[in-house]
């Protein structure tokens, strides 16, 4: 879900989850658009944070990071190209850490800054309000390439 602010900032809030598994994702951005005309290419940057929740046996993990966006808008179709850095860690809870005020202690599993490009059609269903996202990402984490298709909202 994405809301204008106002002209040019737009805030917006995730929520995914993975089939067959308890794990769920919350997340937020800021975009700015810094350079907007019709028929001409859009850029802007943006920043994001986001939350991994649910049980498995990794613990829990979050990222934040920024964002290069180049769209080209056209009626009821937009082309879009993303460029992503940013820093992930993920955290296990201690079993046998005992905190001063009773509660857990969680250590540092994982640290690391991932790269990333994504490519995508943006389909508007209802103009301006709700949009078919296609998006295809090659990660620098892994070398991973996955398509990625979501419906985004806007209020």
Known sequence: VSKGLFWPLVAGLTYSSQENSTLRAIGGHLKYSI??????????????????????NLGFGNSQGVN????????FITLTSKWTAEKMNYQRKSKNSFHLFGENKSEILLEQMAFSQSMGVH??????????????????LNQEKYFEVSLKVGI
């Open 68 to 75: 290069a966006h180049l769209s080209w808008g056209f009626p």
């Open 35 to 56: 350079f907007q005309r019709f028929r001409w290419p859009s850029i802007a940057t943006s920043i994001h944070y986001s939350k991994v929740i649910g049980e498995d």
């Open 123 to 140: 389909l508007q269903i209802v103009p301006h309000f709700v949009i078919l996202a296609l998006e295809h990402t090659n990660s620098g």
